[in-house]
């Protein structure tokens, strides 16, 4: 390759990422399109099944941490691989439960709990390789595209899953699932480096122009960057983070509202809306492509306003604001009349949501320094458990008071997750030092909307 032609092996990897990204949400959404046909297929009630749902929530809540130290300290390139392995085999397990069995409800909360575990990799991977590969400037788009794979892979499941169930049974529709993301693993893995400098395809100029994007030298790394490329934080440090604990926060209201879209809109649109199979399915993708748009254009967004006002306007207030506007789609679409206008108005309430995306992505990577897939894990552990809490609670209250309080519970906890970002430092770091990472002091921000100097105080 002639040294005066620029790469951008890069966005090759972050359009991967999307690709895995569509995938995990196809494996884990499929099941909320099938949730009718596990109904009456082994007697289980909409209690049962959300038991079911908050099963797979559990794991991908609990090992969130875990998967962002493996990341951290094996790379990104062999823990993705290795986990759209293990989530494809219980892809494949969760339509293997014999009909008829004894304790069916026990042997579904064990495999999704189980498929949730592999899944907690790969947003925590995701974000390692942003650290590793991402100049800070470009951080907001190239997370807007990742999380556009969210809707994508969601918004692809209604049709495909009830185009699967109608004409192959619904059993068939999670063996194509498995296959697909065990295909695209084994890709990832041949395109991907951990680190730019080890890839054969990367130009000396992106290269350069990546390397300065981080902070580092534009030669080859030294010893010394690359070792503090890799220290990891300790736990103390992000437990006495006001910044790690705000964003957490924020991205727990964050994931209670998304999982209502993920676990319970197409239930939601067939029984108690009243559409029937076909509609359903179609109506259901409204929230999920507003979300494929939302992520990118709230990244893009993001990214200039970073670059033009600061980290503060460009990755706190866009957020905040997204998150407040999803809060008014939220209450208008849970009272509107008509299905379909009602299916619209919280669609728009999904896209919102996702303006904010990914500035929970970029602040993360930019506050962890080589710890990204740690901080990003547990910021996510917070999310899931957001969406565990949604899973089991949204059919209690729906029960008891109505789908509509239901909607507005969401809406509420919008407004919660808008206010967190007031106490979020995006110019924060934790800063290796001799004893280990310490919270930091001022930086200030330069003019590519990254850092430089001294850190802050998180």
């Known amino acids: 390759m002639s040294e005066s032609v620029t790469t951008r092996v890069r966005w090759l990897l972050i359009f991967w990422i999307f690709v895995l990204s569509a995938v995990a949400f196809l ?40 998967a962002g130290r493996l990341a951290d300290r094996f790379g990104p390139r062999r823990v993705l691989a290795c986990g759209v392995t293990w989530w494809g ?7 293997s439960v014999p009909p008829g069995i004894g304790g069916a409800l026990m042997l579904f909360i064990a495999i999704r709990f189980l498929l949730g575990a592999g899944e907690a990799v790969i947003y925590p991977a995701s974000n390692q390789f942003i650290a590793r590969w991402i100049p800070a400037r470009e951080r907001g788009i190239a997370n807007g595209w990742i999380f556009a794979g969210v809707g994508a892979g969601a918004s692809l499941s209604p049709p495909l899953i009830t185009y699967l169930m109608l004409h192959y049974g ?6 194509v699932c498995a296959v697909l993301g065990v295909v695209v693993g084994a890709i990832w893995y041949g395109l991907a480096r951990d680190d730019p400098g080890e890839h054969p395809k990367v130009s000396s100029s992106e290269l350069t ?49 998304a999982w209502i879209f993920f676990s319970w809109f197409y239930i939601y649109l067939a029984q108690v809306r009243g559409m029937n199979l076909k509609a359903s399915a179609w109506f259901a993708t409204l929230p999920f492509l507003a979300m494929a748009i939302g992520c990118p254009l709230g990244g893009r967004i993001s990214d200039r306003l970073t670059l033009a006002r600061g980290p503060r306007m460009g990755r706190c207030c866009l957020a905040a604001f997204g998150m407040m506007l999803a809060a008014v789609f939220l209450a208008l679409g849970s ?16 896209g919102a949501l996702y303006l904010a995306q990914s500035s929970f992505w970029s602040v993360s990577a930019g506050i962890a320094g080589g710890s990204a897939g740690s901080i990003s894990g547990f910021m996510n552990m917070g999310a899931q458990i957001g969406g565990a809490v949604t899973a089991s609670l949204t059919p209690w209250i729906a029960t008891h008071l109505g789908w509509t309080a239901s909607f507005l519970t969401a809406a509420l906890l919008c407004l919660i997750g808008a206010a967190s970002w007031l ?36």
């Open 27 to 66: 494996d884990r959404v499929n099941i909320s399109v099938a949730g009718s046909s596990l109904e009456a297929a082994y007697g289980l009630s909409p209690i049962d099944l959300g038991w079911i749902f908050s099963a797979f929530l559990a794991g991908y809540a609990l090992f969130q941490t875990v």
């Open 170 to 175: 619904w059993r068939s529709s999670f063996g």
């Open 423 to 458: 106490g979020v430092n995006p110019a924060a770091v934790l800063a290796a030092g001799d004893d280990g990472f310490q919270s930091s002091s001022p930086r200030p921000v330069s003019a590519a909307g990254g850092q430089s100097g001294e850190p802050l105080r998180s």
């Open 89 to 95: 085999v219980f892809t494949v397990l969760t339509a």
């Open 209 to 257: 122009y990546i390397r300065s994007g981080l902070g580092e030298s534009p030669g080859p790394a030294s010893l010394g960057q690359a070792d503090r490329a890799r220290v990891l934080v300790p736990w103390r440090t992000v437990l006495a983070s006001h910044t790690v604990l705000a964003v957490t926060l924020s991205y727990f209201c964050f994931g209670y509202v």
């Open 335 to 350: 009272m509107v009349g008509s299905a379909q206008m009602a299916s619209v108005v919280l669609a728009g309430g999904a």
